[in-house]
T-cell receptor, first 112, second 113 residues
Framework: DQQVKQNSPSLSVQEGRISILNCDYT??????FLWYKKYPAEGPTFLIS?????DKNEDGRFTVFLNKSAKHLSLHIVPSQPGDSAVYFC???????????FGGGTRLMVKP | ETGVTQTPRHLVMGMTNKKSLKCEQH?????MYWYKQSAKKPLELMFV???????ENNSVPSRFSPECPNSSHLFLHLHTLQPEDSALYLC????????????FGPGTRLTVL
């Protein structure tokens, strides 16, 4: 039973537009959420995180929103760039620990 | 070398073979992790080491045996694997077991025949 789900396996967006990647979780004990980006033949790289005490965290073109009541988080990328094309993984942990539970990933394709 | 390195990058083995995956981190971190990514499945945490002590073992079959001889090196010893063990095995490290960012290696693509 997947505790972290990314229901869209892929997303295609035009360059310059907004990319919205979604993630749902079922375990209410999760209190820390992260997004990782993965290029082919490379390991995932950390992108942005958010603690459950916040509902938004912004870092440049990347913003993560957390809706605790809906157990939902999303990653917004604006404006999207072709170099953003990658697989994006959502991850969650509890008790401020580092035992991450990952979603299945969403492949983002940004078209020039 | 910088970051987290993994060798080999690709491995093909038979079910009766014994092989080892190696991970090395050059970041001075104290925690290291093994993850498995099977086709069409999420990354699954397998083992966690902190200061060379194993702190997590997520019900991983005994045919996978981790070893952490020092804080910079992590091994995954493989013995009598099954074809369903074919996957991408990723190593990661972090400064501590808190919510410090985990840095991943490029992974070893394992195929079990």
């Amino acid at each position: 039973d997947q505790q972290v789900k990314q229901n869209s396996p892929s997303l295609s967006v035009q360059e310059g537009r907004i990319s919205i990647l979604n993630c749902d979780y079922t375990n209410s004990m999760f209190d820390y959420f992260l997004w990782y980006k993965k290029y082919p033949a490379e390991g995932p790289t950390f992108l942005i995180s958010i603690s459950s005490i916040k509902d938004k965290n912004e870092d440049g073109r990347f913003t993560v929103f957390l809706n605790k009541s809906a157990k939902h988080l999303s990653l917004h990328i604006v404006p999207s760039q072709p170099g953003d094309s990658a697989v994006y993984f959502c991850a969650a942990s509890r008790n401020a620990g580092n035992m991450l539970t990952f979603g299945g990933g969403t492949r983002l394709m940004v078209k020039p | 070398e910088t970051g987290v390195t993994q060798t080999p990058r690709h491995l093909v083995m038979g079910m009766t073979n014994k092989k080892s995956l190696k991970c090395e981190q050059h970041l001075g971190h104290n925690a290291m992790y093994w993850y498995k990514q099977s086709a069409k499945k999420p990354l699954e945490l397998m083992f966690v080491y902190s200061l060379e002590e194993r702190v997590e073992n997520n019900s991983v079959p005994s045919r996978f045996s981790p070893e952490c001889p020092n804080s910079s090196h992590l091994f995954l010893h493989l013995h009598t694997l099954q074809p369903e063990d074919s996957a991408l095995y990723l190593c990661a490290s972090s400064q501590a077991l808190s919510t410090d960012t985990q840095y991943f290696g490029p992974g070893t693509r394992l195929t079990v025949l």
